[in-house]
């Protein structure tokens, strides 16, 4: 049984730029949620999806938007990228819509914007 | 908002018990977490407890959860240099999507 997967592992792109984040869920996961974690630092909340809508938002703006898919992948969009958007982006997955105690995370993708 | 502290350092001998400690400030927190990061890794989940428990053993994690005092510790026995890495605490409400994280202790295990 496959854990939650992410692609790519890593990427590198320039300020301004646009990014896509891929997301795989453990099966039998229905809710995809997405953190951010800047070096030194915990994980921050980006955003969940559950039946292909977001239904939880973090602090964070705009620029990152995201997309749940019928199978309950998802992806994660930056635009406009700034140099402070460099770090590790998990993906986290649980069943029940969330409600299930229990999250398991993928392995992250490090981004790296210059 | 909901904040989590924890102390960035511990360094200990092998074979001894570690004691990682965190606060907290959400009094509607359901559940609280530790996970577990290596070097280039996610996070792995280590244990959890549920906010009416006050203790939680497994194998060598003893988890402890004062509630009035928001406080939550992990204790790891017999600690192997395997087990050096960064632990997190993390607690959260009713989702369990959306959970606030501490920002680590580097576990260093000392042959």
């Known amino acids: 049984d496959a854990g939650v997967t992410q692609s790519p592992t890593h990427l590198i792109k320039t300020r301004g730029q646009q990014v896509t984040l891929r997301c795989s869920p453990k099966s039998g996961h229905d809710t995809v949620s997405w953190y951010q974690q800047a070096l030194g630092q915990g994980p921050q909340f980006i955003f969940q999806?559950?039946?292909?809508?977001?239904?939880q938002r973090g602090n964070f703006p705009d620029r990152f938007s995201g997309h749940q898919f019928p199978n309950y992948s998802s992806e994660l969009n930056v635009n406009a990228l700034l140099l402070g958007d460099s770090a590790l982006y998990l993906c986290?997955?649980?069943?029940?819509?969330?409600?299930?105690?229990?999250?398991?995370f993928g392995s992250g993708t490090q981004l790296s914007v210059l | 908002g909901e904040d989590v502290e924890q102390s960035l350092f511990l360094s200990v001998r092998e074979g001894d018990s570690s004691v990682i400690n965190c606060t907290y400030t959400d009094s509607s927190s359901t559940y609280l977490y530790w996970y577990k990061q290596e070097p280039g890794a996610g996070l792995q989940l280590l244990t959890y407890i549920f906010s009416n428990m006050d203790m939680k053993q497994d194998q060598r994690l003893t988890v402890l959860l004062n509630k009035k005092d928001k406080h939550l510790s992990l204790r790891i026995a017999d600690t192997q240099t395997g087990d050096s890495a960064i632990y997190f605490c993390a607690e959260r409400g009713t989702n369990a999507g959306k959970s606030t994280f501490g920002d680590g202790t580097t576990l260093t295990v000392k042959p």
């Open positions: 999806y559950y039946e292909e809508e977001e239904r």
């Open positions: 986290a997955s649980s069943p029940l819509g969330g409600e299930d105690e229990k999250l398991f």
